[in-house]
């Protein structure tokens, strides 16, 4: 793939003319801690009898810079500390020979984007002046600043890019080491900030790291610790557009810098699943479509724009629902739309990864059950990749705020949730997809749940037909049983099947929607106009004040799906060369000539789709309140009658 042209190139001579600067932070230096306490450890012994450890003192090598310290400084010694991992061996392992050189090789391009940083934004002008002592005063806040930032972006340059570097080298998927948070971040100075990180890396080693296998698990801990910890800053200091700004690579590694979020390797999920094809789905037949329609949406993705056509054009669905009674086959439409997807990038050789956050995610640690979900959310939004994400029994994993049942973990994972499907960064560039699934959607959070898009009612098979051939399919082969007057599986011929059941939402099926639907077009006449329709949409809201402007939007989101009603043909997904490798602009147009003309009959049938949804959640809402308030009284009569028996 040719490179994306908003990227600026970090040349692989300034990384190298950092190496012995980088090459210095890992042999030795010492370091004062200030925000972090030294764990009891044994400092790293040297492997070779009489050959000391270096000791070399830490120096800012940044001219305008000096740092001076009081406290008892430690000695940190990268490399001994890495040879220590298996004091045994008298040579060191390719793993941790590997680590070594990731780490230096991620300093020095942490160094050489700082130095890009100063001279975009004048720092090292100021940096000059303050060596000089010709600083003036209007200038020090500035040249604060500055720093402050400059020391945010080398911690998280260095920890993204030895992240990246680690990421293949071995896999850690079966061992993962809880290092805490990381405290140690200091704003003072880029170098002083690395060494800072670095000290407590080699606090982190000397604890966790006993063995090679927990080498790298410990260091990438870390690295992700101390990312987040550096976004967290970043999002609280200025002067830091010259860096967001800009998305930088560099060409020898394949990495990529975008701001503050993190990068990852485009490698696909391990994916054990048994797959479903389109006709084992029976019945759920808007349901089934669109979730076939959508796997050929991602795969329109263009990989150097890192945009979706169908995003620029806005008939993607980025998040979506599907809500039903258990068995009714959400488990199967999951199997289904992985399956399409892992096929259809196994065709163009794109990297496919699919994640399912589970209850597991939810933990007693304040602040993991966070954590675990923005790592789920960080896998499938890579553009790097297209991702599939589901959440399964949402109404269990996500809690409802302002009810007392939710655990704090679940309420972490609501937030997040929140913030990353409809969130003021929330970025949708049409390489993925998260599917909420849920046997009780009225127990999901309202607002969680109107971040959901799209809405696909689950209700499985339905017609004489659907349960004819859901028998047929699940007995097998072993008999001989005859299938008598049946035309197996016309039933779910998807495009009639799905014509019927858009049409069936003419009307509300909601007994509370009917009555809204039938009051306005009673007082106003059919809904063929703009201004009628919004009508209906302010009689749904004064029915229900949870019907704000987001379910509006959702709406209309779904209308420009509609508008979109087509499948790409499958010969685009067999054959790569006919759209997949086509360049970004010649896709788009493919698609827009392919694109339908909004109707009001769409628009009216998304309406009652969406509303009926609403009422159908709000009325089981409502339902289960009632009954748990009935119990409630029930129980404070049965306590009043026993606390008087007993006084009797």
Do not use: C, H, W
């Given at each position: 793939m040719s490179n994306p042209s908003d990227l600026m190139e970090i040349k692989e001579t300034a990384i190298r003319e950092k190496i012995p600067a980088a090459q210095a932070l890992i042999d030795g230096f010492d370091h004062t801690p200030r925000l972090a306490k030294p764990k009891d450890i044994q400092t790293a012994a040297p492997k070779s009898p009489g050959i000391a450890s270096p000791r070399r003192r830490f120096r800012s090598t940044t001219p305008g810079l000096v740092t001076a310290s009081t406290a008892r400084a430690e000695g940190v010694h990268i490399i001994a500390r890495i040879e220590a991992v298996d004091a045994e061996?008298?040579?060191?392992?390719?793993?941790?020979?590997?680590?070594?050189h990731g780490i230096r090789r991620a300093l020095a391009t942490a160094l050489t984007v700082v130095d890009q940083y100063a001279d975009a934004t004048g720092l090292s002008a100021l940096m000059k002046a303050n060596l000089q002592g010709k600083l003036p005063d209007s200038k020090k806040t500035e040249f604060n600043e500055g720093l402050a930032a400059s020391s945010v972006i080398s911690l998280h340059v260095f920890a993204n890019m030895a992240s990246y570097l680690l990421s293949t080298m071995h896999d850690t998927s079966e061992l993962s080491v809880d290092v805490g948070e990381v405290e140690e971040v200091l704003t003072d100075n880029p170098q002083l900030a690395l060494a800072g990180a670095l000290w407590e890396l080699d606090q982190d080693l000397a604890v966790f790291a006993d063995s090679e296998d927990k080498l790298i698990p410990t260091v990438t801990a870390f690295l992700e610790q101390l990312m987040e910890k550096a976004s967290l800053r970043a999002a609280n200091l200025p002067r830091l557009e010259a860096f967001t700004a800009v998305a930088y690579r560099v060409e020898e590694d394949d990495f990529e810098i975008r701001g503050f979020a993190a990068a990852s390797r485009a490698k696909s999920s391990k994916l054990t699943m048994t797959f479903k094809k389109p006709h084992e789905v029976v019945g759920n037949h808007i349901a089934k479509y669109q979730s076939m329609k959508l796997s050929k949406m991602l795969m329109a993705y263009d990989f150097d724009r890192k945009l979706n056509p169908f995003a620029d054009l806005g008939g993607f669905i980025f998040t979506f629902m599907g809500d039903g009674a258990p068995g009714t086959g959400k488990t199967t439409l999951i199997q289904m739309m992985a399956g399409l997807l892992n096929e259809y990038c196994n065709h163009a050789g794109y990297p496919f990864r699919y994640a399912n956050l589970s209850t597991?995610?939810?933990?007693?640690?304040?602040?993991?059950?966070?954590?675990?979900?923005?790592?789920?959310?960080?896998?499938?939004?890579?553009?790097?990749?297209?991702?599939?994400?589901?959440?399964?029994d949402i109404d269990q994993l996500a809690g409802k705020r302002g009810d007392r049942q939710s655990s704090a973990g679940q309420l972490e994972i609501t937030a997040v949730l929140m913030e990353s499907f409809a969130g003021a960064n929330t970025v949708v560039r049409g390489n993925c997809t998260f599917g909420m699934f849920s046997n009780y959607p009225e127990n999901v959070d309202d607002a969680l749940r109107q971040r959901a898009a799209a809405r696909f009612l689950v209700d499985g098979p339905q017609s004489r037909e659907d349960y004819i051939d859901i028998l047929h399919l699940l007995m097998g082969k072993n008999h001989d049983i005859p299938v008598g007057k049946h035309d197996l599986f016309a039933a779910q011929e998807i495009k009639k099947a799905v014509s019927a059941s858009y049409e069936s939402y003419a009307r509300p099926k909601e007994e509370a929607l009917e009555v809204v639907f039938n009051t306005v077009t009673k007082s106003i006449g059919k809904l063929d106009t703009i201004a009628k329709l919004g009508t209906y949409l302010k009689g749904i809201q004064e029915a229900d004040a949870r019907f704000t402007g987001r379910a509006i939007k959702n709406i209309t989101d779904a209308v420009k799906v509609r508008a979109m009603d087509f499948e790409l043909p499958d010969e685009w997904m067999e054959n790569p060369e006919l759209f997949l490798m086509k360049d970004?602009?010649?896709?788009?147009?493919?698609?827009?000539?392919?694109?339908?003309?909004?109707?009001?009959?769409?628009?009216?049938?998304?309406?009652n789709r969406y509303a009926d949804s609403e009422f159908r959640y709000a009325d089981k809402s409502d339902e289960v309140a009632i009954e748990n308030m009935v119990r409630d009284f029930g129980r404070n009569e049965e306590a009043k009658r026993r606390y008087l028996a007993s006084k009797g």
């Open positions: 061996d008298a040579l060191m392992s390719p793993v941790q020979a590997g680590v070594l597991d995610s939810i933990d007693s640690y304040q602040g993991k059950s966070a954590q675990n979900a923005k790592s789920f959310i960080s896998q499938i939004i890579d553009p790097n990749v297209i991702g599939f994400g589901t959440i399964d970004y602009d010649t896709k788009r147009k493919m698609i827009a000539d392919l694109s339908q003309e909004i109707t009001v009959d769409m628009v009216i049938q998304e309406i």
